[in-house]
């Protein structure tokens, strides 16, 4: 659905990376829906202790955003943070799941 909604919002593009994002999901009864997601990031590094201690897997997402932005040019880096917040997501999922 990327490339429908390219062709009808091409000013989202920016470089390789899009803000917005149209998916088709199906109900549960087959009908068809469209939603459009926009996410941003932006001012959550001073926040960072915040995201550690929220369970809204939002929160790991931004946190590998800003790690993403911050570890661009170390491999190494960037690969060790991806792996603790794998971690720390699959610790989170696990406790959630006994609930």
Request: charged residues 30%.
């Amino acid at each position: 659905m990327d490339k429908e909604f390219q062709q009808i919002a091409p000013d989202t593009e920016t470089g390789k990376r899009y803000a917005d994002l149209l998916v088709k999901l199906w109900r549960k009864r087959g009908k068809e829906l469209f939603l459009l997601l926009h996410v941003e990031v932006q001012d959550y590094q001073t926040q960072w202790q915040a995201l550690e201690a929220n369970p809204n897997p939002f929160a790991t997402v931004v946190m590998a955003h800003l790690k993403a932005q911050e570890t661009k040019r170390n491999a190494n880096d960037r690969k060790e943070w991806k792996l603790g917040l794998i971690g720390d997501y699959m610790n989170l999922v696990t406790v959630v799941g006994k609930c």
